[in-house]
């Protein structure tokens, strides 16, 4: 079974102005709410692919409630731990570039973490356990490190789609797949990388300090990906941009979907980089006929290499 941890989910508010004027009242051409925060978003794309999975995290207050809510209307399992306080609201501004308002979150008890750390023990060698997201300010910077030790300690899989200085701290623990963004890769590297070459080297050193597959995605660019045995590069297909919001989080449920169902790397990739151009390209997160749809315009090349 697939489990997603959601530390800080959020109500995610996308709103559309004509232009955004500070300092002035701005009236909204269109708004719309979603259930977020970046492991609640891989398993609301998951269900989209047909793939059940169940939603772990903090979670509380009315804002909480719509989530539970939305996610039982998208028959998505959850298995929240219940803080005092309201999950956050974060704010995605769209007038012509995209602003995001990310809020901080609601207090989270040593009961709270507690609870959560016995219900991530449960987990077993036949699951597969996605980090996603970023850590509240209320609990300390180690918390993933500590939930992953609890991962090696049951053999249980896992995935770490999170900011550098998160992921460094996990990579030891050998986690399955890794997704930083090629901005959240130069942080690591103190760099800019500006291209498919600088992103697969970088991405190779990821290997060698313990990730089993590296995907650096690169927005509009595209995306790499690398391994032990391969490294691949995808361009992607122009088009207009709805929402980029959860876009990286979708390459994390189309690889695992496609993974478990071929235990193939490539067509894993190629799946996951149609699924973030397929979200990209939507308001909402993509759907599988979206993904499926701009599947054909996805070339996988071997990096350095002809096409495959
Ligand atoms: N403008 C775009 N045009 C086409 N595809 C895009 C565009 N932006 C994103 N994508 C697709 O989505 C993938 C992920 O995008 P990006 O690198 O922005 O992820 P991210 O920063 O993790 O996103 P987020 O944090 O919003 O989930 C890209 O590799 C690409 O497949
Ligand atoms: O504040 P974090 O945890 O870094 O990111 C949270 C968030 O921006 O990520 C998702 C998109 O990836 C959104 O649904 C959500 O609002």
């Given at each position: 079974m697939i489990y997603t941890l959601t530390l800080n989910p959020s109500v995610d508010y996308v709103i559309q102005l004509e232009e955004l004027?500070?300092?002035?009242?701005n009236r909204v051409l269109r708004e719309a709410k979603f259930p977020g925060g970046k492991g609640i978003n891989v398993s609301r794309v998951l269900q989209r692919m047909g793939v059940s999975s169940k939603a772990l995290g903090f979670i509380g207050g009315f804002t909480g409630k719509y989530i539970e809510e939305r996610l039982k209307q998208e028959k998505i399992s959850c298995d929240f731990v219940h803080v005092k306080g309201d999950t956050r609201i974060n704010v995605k501004l769209q007038a012509g570039t995209e602003t995001e308002i990310n809020a901080s979150g609601p207090p989270i008890s040593k009961a709270d973490f507690e609870a959560l750390k016995e219900k991530i023990g449960a987990l077993t060698g036949r699951d597969v356990l996605v980090l996603a997201g970023s850590v509240p300010a209320v609990l300390p910077e180690t918390t993933y490190e500590e939930l992953v030790k609890i991962c090696v300690q049951n053999g249980t899989k896992f995935v770490a789609d999170m900011e550098g200085r998160l992921l460094e701290k996990v990579l030891p623990y050998r986690p399955f797949l890794i997704k930083p963004n090629h901005h959240e890769l130069g942080e690591l590297f103190h760099t800019e990388i500006a291209d498919f070459a600088q992103a697969v080297a970088c991405g190779k050193r990821l290997v060698q300090r313990g990730a089993e597959n590296v995907i650096v995605s690169m927005a509009?660019?595209?995306?790499?990906?690398?391994s032990r045995q391969s490294a691949f590069m995808a361009e992607v297909p122009k088009g207009e941009v709805k929402s980029s919001v959860g876009a990286g989080d979708s390459m994390v449920a189309g690889f695992l979907a496609k993974y478990e169902e071929t235990g193939d790397v490539k067509e894993a990739f190629r799946y996951s980089v149609a699924s973030g151009c397929a979200t990209a390209f939507s308001l909402d997160l993509c759907t599988k006929e979206k993904v499926e749809e701009i599947l054909p315009h996805i070339i996988i090349k071997n990096f350095g290499?002809?096409?495959?």
């Open positions: 004027k500070l300092g002035e009242l509009d660019q595209g995306a790499v990906f690398v290499g002809d096409s495959g």
